[in-house]
């Protein structure tokens, strides 16, 4: 079967909201420009009809976006000033913030919301519902909405410039061979390509790599979070009501915090992350979350409710030191995939549509011009740093370093970053910074006994009412793939698994996948013990992808549609 080729104006890989609010701003700027065009008001060409697409991996926009969310309106202000008026699916406004600290027992509530976590004027959204709702605009203003298509591989011309992207194959076997109803990937060809693919997204690793675009950059950290939606009895948790905590489960070494939002019709949404700079390796974040709902405070927060849904999905939490390159010949970087996220607020839908619009003005000015090189979408860059995202992640910039040396320094630090907006006099050692794996140290480090690797956890148990193991959590994420495929998790040394890695750190992708797509098993046949992978309940985080110690874990994409579906998420 012959490979198919499209041509595009501009293809936007992954809808999530800075794809979107680029797709939708770019043909807001070229319909502007075509009607003063032929209103005789501006001078110059008219650009015509420029196709632009958008493609998405997951089966429906919004099935695969997992956020908090707590929404700060000013980048959707800009992009949509009645977004209101034109019905923005939006839980509540914030109505009242909680920080409080957790001990084992008690939840001591701060008698002041530390500035970072004011949320006064701000939405309680389903990120899911808004994304899906930006795509409805998107589709009403002509643009090609393309969900179930993965972009599997960047497509370059000989001199290394991008000219679009090949969508993955479909009806591939696990064998590796073509099914009846197989069907070659197309080839998406455009002037722009930009890569909106959220946290650790696999295009952008490979173009990262390829290009050199985090020359000079800090290597990016990550944080995971995990999240479930509950469905309470009564009201005790009112719609807009908005809590961070601080403190356990956590230990003073690892970099964590809840959140807990309140959504309409009494359902909570409650989430836990875990800095992916974590040294135990018998950590495991999905327990770290069930063991926050043990917390007295939380447990009878829950009592009565019932779980509705599960997800988890990596942050990219480094800021402004490992912002890498976000342009180069004929593609943009935009939103998490360019690291544009604040980790202090846990914010970043407003950076990733502010983002997005950005990218928009750059392209349109690069369609006037016809000049779709390196040179010409540098202006992006200085859009970004022009605009309010860099200041803002500027003032923060030392706020995930301070917290390598435990929590108490971290606060501490942070505070002081408020009177020197962000200044750190050099107590980083910012050449030294390393990617978040490394941190992790050999299970001796720690004095581990054997192999006993529930040792951290033993006294948690899934009762299935408050707490739930890995595969009941994963059932309520809704994740289907088509079984009859080869694993998109592709560990590229298997013998590191039963070998090195089983003695050295025993085998933590067990413990850092949220999802249980990872089991070492007995191989019947000779006793010994072997990785087996069920890639079909990855939700499609990519905690495996950033935290494996030997780095041989890469995460590409499933046949399309495959994955979670984050319904109401
Ligand atoms: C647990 C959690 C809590 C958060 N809480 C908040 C909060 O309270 N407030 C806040 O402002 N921010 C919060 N964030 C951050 C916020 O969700 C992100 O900053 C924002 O979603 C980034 O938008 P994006 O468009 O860059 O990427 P994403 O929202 O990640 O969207 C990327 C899209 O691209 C698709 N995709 C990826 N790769 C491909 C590919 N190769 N081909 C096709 N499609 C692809 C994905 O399926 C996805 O739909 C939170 C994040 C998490 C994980």
């Not at 001078?43 to 919004?62: F, H, M, N, Q, W």
């Not at 009895?233 to 719609?239: E, I, N, W």
């Not at 800095?275 to 390796?281: K, Q, S, T, V």
């Not at 797509?517 to 990519?542: M, P, T, W």
């Amino acid at each position: 079967m012959e490979r198919e080729t499209l041509e595009f104006d501009v293809v936007f890989v992954g809808a999530g909201p800075a794809n979107l609010s680029g797709a939708l701003h770019l043909s807001q700027l070229v319909k502007q420009h075509n009607e003063s065009v032929a209103s005789g008001v501006t001078k110059s060409e008219s650009l015509g009809d420029v196709e632009i697409c958008v493609i998405e991996k997951g089966a429906t926009i919004g099935a695969h976006i997992l956020s908090g969310a707590v929404m700060d309106p000013r980048a959707l202000r800009e992009l949509m000033p009645d977004f209101v008026e034109q019905g923005a699916p939006l839980e509540s406004p914030v109505k009242e913030d909680f920080f409080l600290y957790l001990t084992e027992k008690h939840a001591i509530r701060s008698p002041i919301t530390p500035p970072p976590l004011k949320n006064h004027g701000y939405y309680i959204v389903s990120l899911n519902r808004l994304t899906a709702w930006l795509g409805e605009k998107c589709e009403e203003a002509g643009i090609n909405i393309f969900p179930e298509f993965p972009g599997a591989a960047m497509l370059y011309d000989e001199d290394d410039r991008v000219i679009g992207v090949r969508t993955g194959d479909k009806g591939i076997d696990k064998e590796g061979k073509q099914r009846a109803n197989y069907e070659p990937g197309v080839d998406l060809h455009a002037k722009v390509t930009v890569l909106g693919e959220g946290p650790r997204g696999s295009l952008t690793k490979q173009l990262v790599e390829r290009l050199g675009l985090d020359e000079g950059r800090e290597p990016q950290v990550y944080s995971v979070g995990i999240k479930e939606l509950w469905e309470l009895p009564d009201d005790r948790y009112p719609a807009g009501r908005v809590t961070h905590t601080l403190g356990f489960p956590s230990d003073s070494r690892t970099y964590g915090g809840g959140w807990i939002y309140g959504m309409q019709n009494n359902i909570l949404n409650i989430g836990y992350v875990t800095g992916l700079d974590y040294r135990d390796p018998l950590l495991d974040p999905h327990a770290e979350f069930q063991r926050y709902k043990t917390h007295p405070f939380i447990a009878r927060l829950l009592e009565g409710g019932k779980l509705m849904r599960y997800g988890a999905k990596t942050i990219a939490a480094g800021g402004y030191f490992a912002i890498p390159q976000t342009y180069a010949d004929g593609v943009l970087l935009v939103g998490d995939c360019a690291g544009l996220l604040n980790s202090q607020r846990l914010k970043g839908i407003h950076s990733a549509i502010k983002s997005g619009m950005l990218a928009a003005e750059t392209i349109f000015d690069a369609m006037i011009a016809r000049d779709y090189s390196a040179k010409r979408l540098q202006s992006y860059e200085t859009r970004v740093n022009d605009s309010w995202i860099i200041p803002e992640l500027k003032k923060v910039r030392n706020f995930h370093a301070g917290f390598k040396h435990g929590r108490w320094l971290g606060m501490v630090n942070t505070g002081l970053q408020f009177v020197t907006g962000g200044r750190s006099w050099g107590l980083f050692d910012r050449d030294k910074a390393q990617p978040g794996h490394t941190e992790m140290q050999k299970l001796s480090a720690f004095g581990y006994r054997g192999d006993d690797i529930e040792q951290r956890y033993n006294g948690l148990k899934f009762d299935g009412k408050l707490t739930f193991n890995k595969l009941t959590d994963v059932y309520h994420a809704a994740v289907g793939h088509d079984e009859d495929q080869p694993a998109h998790l592709h560990v590229l040394d298997t013998n590191i698994c039963s070998t090195r890695c089983a003695e050295e750190y025993g085998n933590p992708c067990q413990r850092f996948c949220p999802a249980a797509v990872y089991e070492i098993v007995e191989d019947g046949a000779n006793g010994k013990r072997r990785l087996q992978i069920n890639f079909s309940n990855c939700v499609h985080c990519k905690t495996c992808d950033i935290m494996d110690p030997y780095q041989i874990i890469n995460w590409v994409t499933p046949e399309g549609g495959g994955g979670p579906d984050y319904k109401g998420m």
